[in-house]
């Protein structure tokens, strides 16, 4: 279970983690979103935008985290280790396609962002985990507004493709029990 003094330490590392990065990379406070056509929009913001927007994210991300484990009265050990698995395995996919596009595999990162919908139909990526460690990533070759703002939209598609998956399931369970009744 998470305790507070935890969170708050989390949430200071990274806030000195992005203060870091301000001096290292001059893309953590823009947002670009890739289109369609060959130039990218990108938007700008204020610099010290990741210093506070980065370590508000990890905060929340945490607060959710902490509020499952508390909603979870039972096999607390099953929850925390699949919250730990949950975690390194979005972070390490968030940083094989920050890998990829950093080194110029394009063809491979884009791959992998086919293979999202894939797994999001039979895992519960939608997680408060999942999100930050995809996030924390993410930043750090995309920037931290980016990063921010992908995570959550592929948050979004991982929970109603996930959720697809459950009504389409329950859809055809109940016609197969009103051929098997007829």
Known sequence: MLKSKLIWSLTL???LLQLSLLNGSGNHHTLTIYT???????????EWTPVLLMP????????????????QKQNRAHTTTLTLIGFVLSFNFGATIA???YFDFSDYAGLL???LPFI????????AECILGFALSLSWVFGTLSAITYSLVAALVCFALYKLRIYTLHCHR???EHIEIN
């Open 13 to 15: 590392l990274a806030a």
């Open 36 to 46: 369609f056509s060959t130039q990218p929009i990108t938007i700008t913001l204020f």
């Open 56 to 71: 508000a994210f990890v905060y929340l991300c945490l607060c959710a985290i902490q509020k499952r484990f508390q909603l």
């Open 99 to 101: 890998g990829g596009t």
């Open 113 to 115: 962002l086919i293979a």
């Open 120 to 127: 999001a139909f039979f895992l519960k990526a939608y997680r």
């Open 174 to 176: 109940q016609n197969s």
